[in-house]
């Protein structure tokens, strides 16, 4: 899996072919509920399904994209 911020208020879960027993609805209901419970509101969330995981230029693997800081 990993964690793409698109934009200041919206990510992207980039799943791996998931497990058959993977429900989205209630993921994402799971998802939103954590950033209520640490007092943030609440993204838009989305998942999008991939067949190979994200790398840098370098092959690198990143988990967790956050958006470019600005100046």
Not at 35 to 53: C, D, H, M, R, S
């Amino acid at each position: 899996w990993q964690v793409v911020q698109e934009r200041e208020d919206a990510i992207t879960f980039l799943i791996l072919g998931p497990r058959p027993e993977f429900k989205e609805s209630e993921f994402l209901k799971r998802m939103s509920a954590e950033f209520v419970k640490q007092g943030a509101k609440p993204p838009i969330l989305k998942v999008e399904y991939i067949t190979e995981l994200r790398r840098t230029k370098v092959g690198k693997l990143i988990t967790i994209q956050a958006l470019p800081k600005t100046k």
